[in-house]
Protein backbone atom coordinates (compact mmCIF):
# COMPACT_ATOMS: atom_id res chain seq x y z
CA UNK A 1 0.00 0.00 0.00
CA UNK A 2 1.68 3.51 -0.93
CA UNK A 3 0.09 6.64 0.20
CA UNK A 4 -2.04 7.56 -2.46
CA UNK A 5 -3.42 10.83 -2.05
CA UNK A 6 -5.74 10.86 -4.89
CA UNK A 7 -7.72 7.99 -3.20
CA UNK A 8 -11.17 8.77 -2.57
CA UNK A 9 -11.32 7.75 1.32
CA UNK A 10 -9.59 10.94 1.88
CA UNK A 11 -12.60 12.54 0.43
CA UNK A 12 -15.58 10.83 0.41
CA UNK A 13 -16.95 10.33 4.14
CA UNK A 14 -18.74 7.12 3.47
CA UNK A 15 -15.73 5.63 1.52
CA UNK A 16 -14.09 6.67 4.72
CA UNK A 17 -16.06 5.05 6.80
CA UNK A 18 -16.44 1.54 4.93
CA UNK A 19 -12.59 1.88 5.17
CA UNK A 20 -12.52 2.34 8.95
CA UNK A 21 -14.69 -0.34 9.74
CA UNK A 22 -13.31 -3.16 7.07
CA UNK A 23 -9.48 -1.73 8.93
CA UNK A 24 -10.59 -2.21 12.44
CA UNK A 25 -13.28 -5.02 12.32
CA UNK A 26 -11.87 -7.42 10.03
CA UNK A 27 -13.62 -10.44 11.26
CA UNK A 28 -16.82 -8.34 11.32
CA UNK A 29 -18.11 -5.62 13.77
CA UNK A 30 -17.31 -5.63 17.33
CA UNK A 31 -19.39 -3.71 19.88
CA UNK A 32 -16.27 -1.64 21.55
CA UNK A 33 -18.24 -1.44 24.97
CA UNK A 34 -18.75 -5.38 25.64
CA UNK A 35 -17.06 -7.16 22.82
CA UNK A 36 -20.25 -8.81 21.44
CA UNK A 37 -20.67 -9.76 17.53
CA UNK A 38 -24.26 -9.14 17.94
CA UNK A 39 -24.50 -5.55 16.43
CA UNK A 40 -26.55 -4.18 13.73
CA UNK A 41 -26.27 -1.28 11.45
CA UNK A 42 -28.65 1.51 12.04
CA UNK A 43 -30.85 2.89 9.27
CA UNK A 44 -32.18 6.54 8.63
CA UNK A 45 -29.53 9.48 7.27
CA UNK A 46 -28.63 10.70 10.99
CA UNK A 47 -27.69 7.71 11.80
CA UNK A 48 -24.95 6.66 9.23
CA UNK A 49 -22.48 4.98 10.46
CA UNK A 50 -24.26 3.93 13.86
CA UNK A 51 -24.45 0.34 15.17
CA UNK A 52 -26.34 -0.93 18.03
CA UNK A 53 -25.76 -3.74 20.18
CA UNK A 54 -28.11 -6.01 20.54
CA UNK A 55 -26.03 -7.31 23.82
CA UNK A 56 -25.13 -4.13 25.96
CA UNK A 57 -28.00 -1.78 23.77
CA UNK A 58 -25.15 0.66 23.42
CA UNK A 59 -24.77 2.48 20.29
CA UNK A 60 -21.41 2.75 18.62
CA UNK A 61 -19.78 3.90 15.77
CA UNK A 62 -16.07 2.95 14.14
CA UNK A 63 -14.93 6.01 15.42
CA UNK A 64 -16.17 4.84 19.23
CA UNK A 65 -13.14 4.17 21.34
CA UNK A 66 -10.73 6.08 19.09
CA UNK A 67 -8.76 9.19 19.35
CA UNK A 68 -11.31 10.31 16.72
CA UNK A 69 -14.19 10.14 18.94
CA UNK A 70 -16.47 12.86 19.66
CA UNK A 71 -15.08 15.01 16.96
CA UNK A 72 -17.17 16.79 14.36
CA UNK A 73 -14.21 16.79 11.65
CA UNK A 74 -14.83 14.40 9.34
CA UNK A 75 -13.67 11.21 9.31
CA UNK A 76 -11.68 11.49 5.85
CA UNK A 77 -9.76 14.38 6.74
CA UNK A 78 -8.53 12.41 9.95
CA UNK A 79 -7.69 9.84 7.12
CA UNK A 80 -5.86 12.34 5.09
CA UNK A 81 -4.28 14.03 8.30
CA UNK A 82 -2.74 10.77 9.46
CA UNK A 83 -1.46 10.18 6.73
CA UNK A 84 0.21 13.09 5.42
CA UNK A 85 1.50 13.49 9.07
CA UNK A 86 2.62 9.84 8.57
CA UNK A 87 4.35 10.46 5.55
CA UNK A 88 6.17 13.64 6.18
CA UNK A 89 9.64 13.34 7.37
CA UNK A 90 9.75 16.74 8.91
CA UNK A 91 6.51 16.71 10.67
CA UNK A 92 4.00 19.00 9.81
CA UNK A 93 2.37 22.52 11.89
CA UNK A 94 -0.71 22.64 12.71
CA UNK A 95 -1.04 25.69 10.49
CA UNK A 96 -0.11 24.05 7.19
CA UNK A 97 -2.65 21.36 8.32
CA UNK A 98 -5.23 23.47 8.77
CA UNK A 99 -4.44 24.93 5.15
CA UNK A 100 -4.57 21.77 3.72
CA UNK A 101 -7.70 20.39 5.55
CA UNK A 102 -9.40 23.65 5.48
CA UNK A 103 -10.29 23.56 8.91
CA UNK A 104 -9.50 26.34 12.13
CA UNK A 105 -6.21 26.40 13.40
CA UNK A 106 -7.71 25.33 16.85
CA UNK A 107 -9.24 22.03 14.91
CA UNK A 108 -5.84 21.27 13.62
CA UNK A 109 -4.03 21.53 16.09
CA UNK A 110 -6.39 19.27 18.06
CA UNK A 111 -6.08 16.82 15.12
CA UNK A 112 -2.07 16.42 15.10
CA UNK A 113 -1.87 16.24 18.79
CA UNK A 114 -4.45 13.24 18.72
CA UNK A 115 -2.78 11.71 15.71
CA UNK A 116 0.66 11.68 18.02
CA UNK A 117 -1.26 10.13 20.35
CA UNK A 118 -2.12 7.25 17.95
CA UNK A 119 1.52 6.97 17.33
CA UNK A 120 2.51 6.47 20.36
CA UNK A 121 3.17 2.87 21.41
CA UNK A 122 0.86 1.08 23.96
CA UNK A 123 3.98 -0.46 26.06
CA UNK A 124 7.44 0.36 25.62
CA UNK A 125 10.76 -1.98 25.13
CA UNK A 126 12.15 -4.05 25.54
CA UNK A 127 14.88 -2.94 22.60
CA UNK A 128 18.58 -4.38 22.50
CA UNK A 129 19.03 -7.97 23.58
CA UNK A 130 21.88 -10.15 23.20
CA UNK A 131 24.46 -8.91 20.85
CA UNK A 132 22.92 -5.95 20.47
CA UNK A 133 24.15 -2.14 21.18
CA UNK A 134 21.71 -0.02 22.69
CA UNK A 135 23.19 3.99 22.56
CA UNK A 136 21.95 6.35 25.49
CA UNK A 137 22.18 10.06 24.79
CA UNK A 138 20.84 13.04 26.44
CA UNK A 139 20.12 16.81 25.18
CA UNK A 140 18.32 20.03 25.96
CA UNK A 141 15.51 21.49 23.89
CA UNK A 142 14.73 24.91 23.84
CA UNK A 143 15.96 27.13 26.31
CA UNK A 144 17.49 29.43 23.68
CA UNK A 145 15.51 33.54 23.05
CA UNK A 146 17.16 35.21 20.02
CA UNK A 147 16.90 38.28 20.93
CA UNK A 148 17.59 38.30 24.90
CA UNK A 149 17.36 42.33 25.12
CA UNK A 150 13.58 42.35 24.88
CA UNK A 151 12.59 38.45 26.29
CA UNK A 152 11.32 38.45 29.79
CA UNK A 153 12.69 35.77 30.97
CA UNK A 154 15.00 32.57 28.90
CA UNK A 155 11.95 30.24 28.15
CA UNK A 156 12.70 27.22 30.15
CA UNK A 157 14.95 24.20 28.56
CA UNK A 158 13.84 20.85 28.88
CA UNK A 159 16.13 17.60 28.99
CA UNK A 160 15.27 14.62 26.52
CA UNK A 161 16.87 11.26 26.67
CA UNK A 162 17.30 9.24 23.65
CA UNK A 163 17.65 5.06 24.26
CA UNK A 164 18.25 3.60 20.42
CA UNK A 165 18.80 0.15 19.35
CA UNK A 166 21.51 0.39 16.86
CA UNK A 167 19.56 -1.94 14.57
CA UNK A 168 16.54 -1.22 15.72
CA UNK A 169 13.82 0.63 17.70
CA UNK A 170 13.95 3.75 19.62
CA UNK A 171 12.70 5.32 22.53
CA UNK A 172 12.91 9.19 23.89
CA UNK A 173 12.02 10.76 26.86
CA UNK A 174 11.46 14.24 28.19
CA UNK A 175 12.96 14.08 31.76
CA UNK A 176 12.77 16.25 34.50
CA UNK A 177 16.70 16.24 35.07
CA UNK A 178 19.69 14.27 34.08
CA UNK A 179 20.89 12.43 37.83
CA UNK A 180 21.60 8.84 38.02
CA UNK A 181 17.70 8.36 39.38
CA UNK A 182 15.86 9.51 36.31
CA UNK A 183 17.99 7.87 34.34
CA UNK A 184 18.21 4.52 35.61
CA UNK A 185 14.01 4.72 35.86
CA UNK A 186 13.94 5.11 31.83
CA UNK A 187 16.75 2.60 31.30
CA UNK A 188 15.43 -0.17 33.60
CA UNK A 189 12.44 0.03 31.67
CA UNK A 190 13.09 -0.08 28.62
CA UNK A 191 16.71 -1.74 27.67
CA UNK A 192 17.10 -5.66 28.07
CA UNK A 193 20.26 -6.06 30.30
CA UNK A 194 22.00 -8.66 27.82
CA UNK A 195 22.49 -5.09 25.82
CA UNK A 196 25.93 -3.57 25.84
CA UNK A 197 25.09 -0.21 26.76
CA UNK A 198 26.91 2.76 24.88
CA UNK A 199 26.66 6.06 26.58
CA UNK A 200 29.17 9.64 27.35
CA UNK A 201 30.63 10.11 30.75
CA UNK A 202 28.18 11.47 32.26
CA UNK A 203 28.59 10.15 35.92
CA UNK A 204 24.80 9.64 35.92
CA UNK A 205 25.74 6.31 33.76
CA UNK A 206 28.19 4.86 36.29
CA UNK A 207 26.11 2.72 38.45
CA UNK A 208 23.35 1.55 35.94
CA UNK A 209 25.97 1.04 33.66
CA UNK A 210 27.55 -1.86 35.37
CA UNK A 211 24.32 -4.06 35.58
CA UNK A 212 24.63 -4.16 31.82
CA UNK A 213 27.02 -7.13 29.76
CA UNK A 214 29.40 -4.47 28.71
CA UNK A 215 29.28 -0.35 29.28
CA UNK A 216 31.34 1.61 26.82
CA UNK A 217 31.60 5.24 27.04
CA UNK A 218 32.66 7.83 25.10
CA UNK A 219 34.87 10.73 25.88
CA UNK A 220 33.90 13.78 24.14
CA UNK A 221 36.30 15.79 25.68
CA UNK A 222 39.00 14.05 24.40
CA UNK A 223 37.81 13.93 20.80
CA UNK A 224 37.39 10.70 21.36
CA UNK A 225 34.64 10.05 19.22
CA UNK A 226 35.22 6.25 18.37
CA UNK A 227 37.14 3.75 19.77
CA UNK A 228 37.82 0.35 19.26
CA UNK A 229 37.65 0.94 14.92
CA UNK A 230 34.72 2.56 15.33
CA UNK A 231 32.67 0.36 17.37
CA UNK A 232 32.16 2.43 21.04
CA UNK A 233 30.29 5.83 19.51
CA UNK A 234 26.92 7.54 20.37
CA UNK A 235 26.63 8.49 16.64
CA UNK A 236 23.20 6.82 16.13
CA UNK A 237 21.67 8.65 19.20
CA UNK A 238 23.60 12.63 18.84
CA UNK A 239 22.01 11.82 14.99
CA UNK A 240 18.66 11.67 15.88
CA UNK A 241 18.98 14.78 18.15
CA UNK A 242 20.73 16.51 15.40
CA UNK A 243 17.78 15.82 13.08
CA UNK A 244 15.09 16.44 15.49
CA UNK A 245 16.01 19.54 16.63
CA UNK A 246 16.18 20.85 12.61
CA UNK A 247 13.26 18.83 11.53
CA UNK A 248 10.94 18.52 13.97
CA UNK A 249 11.82 21.90 16.40
CA UNK A 250 12.14 23.81 13.16
CA UNK A 251 8.40 23.34 12.15
CA UNK A 252 6.81 23.93 14.88
CA UNK A 253 9.29 26.23 16.53
CA UNK A 254 8.37 26.54 20.29
CA UNK A 255 6.70 23.30 22.03
CA UNK A 256 5.38 23.04 25.16
CA UNK A 257 6.36 21.26 28.23
CA UNK A 258 3.04 19.77 28.51
CA UNK A 259 2.94 18.27 24.85
CA UNK A 260 6.69 17.63 24.24
CA UNK A 261 6.24 14.05 25.36
CA UNK A 262 3.61 13.81 22.19
CA UNK A 263 6.13 15.16 19.90
CA UNK A 264 8.88 13.18 20.97
CA UNK A 265 6.46 9.91 20.22
CA UNK A 266 5.97 11.33 16.87
CA UNK A 267 9.62 11.50 16.28
CA UNK A 268 10.45 7.92 17.77
CA UNK A 269 7.62 6.35 15.56
CA UNK A 270 9.09 7.63 12.04
CA UNK A 271 12.63 5.93 13.06
CA UNK A 272 11.09 2.88 14.32
CA UNK A 273 8.51 2.71 11.30
CA UNK A 274 11.97 3.76 8.75
CA UNK A 275 11.66 1.13 6.91
CA UNK A 276 8.30 1.03 5.97
CA UNK A 277 6.27 2.67 3.04
CA UNK A 278 4.34 5.94 4.21
CA UNK A 279 0.92 3.68 3.57
CA UNK A 280 2.11 0.82 5.67
CA UNK A 281 3.11 3.90 8.35
CA UNK A 282 0.07 5.77 7.98
CA UNK A 283 -1.70 2.16 8.52
CA UNK A 284 -0.13 1.35 11.67
CA UNK A 285 -0.80 5.11 12.28
CA UNK A 286 -4.72 4.26 12.32
CA UNK A 287 -4.00 1.08 14.29
CA UNK A 288 -3.13 2.69 16.98
CA UNK A 289 -5.41 5.10 17.16
CA UNK A 290 -8.26 2.13 19.11
CA UNK A 291 -8.06 1.43 22.53
CA UNK A 292 -7.02 5.73 23.54
CA UNK A 293 -9.43 8.46 24.53
CA UNK A 294 -7.82 11.39 25.08
CA UNK A 295 -8.60 13.95 27.64
CA UNK A 296 -8.15 17.37 26.63
CA UNK A 297 -10.92 19.62 25.99
CA UNK A 298 -12.35 19.06 22.65
CA UNK A 299 -12.01 21.65 19.84
CA UNK A 300 -16.11 21.95 19.15
ZN1 LIG B 1 -22.21 -4.34 23.42
Not at 12 to 35: L, Q, S
Not at 137 to 153: F, H, L, P, S, W
Not at 287 to 295: F, M, N, Q, S
Request: charged share 25%; with cysteine.
Amino acid sequence: MTCDLTNPIFTDEAKAIAHMEADRWPDGVTCPHCGSFNTHKMGGQTQAGMFLCNDCREKFTVRTGTVFERSHIPLHKWLLATHLMSASKKGMSALQLSRMLGITYKSAWFMTHRIREAMTPSSVGPIGGENKVVESDETYIGGKTKNRAYAKKEPKKHAVMTLVDRDGDSHSFHIANVKAKTLREKIETTVSRKSVLMTDELASYGKIGGEFVNHLTVNHGAKEYARLGGFVHINTAECRFSLMKRAVFGTHHSISEAHLSRYLAEWDFKFNTRKMTDGERAALALKGAEGKRLTYRQPH
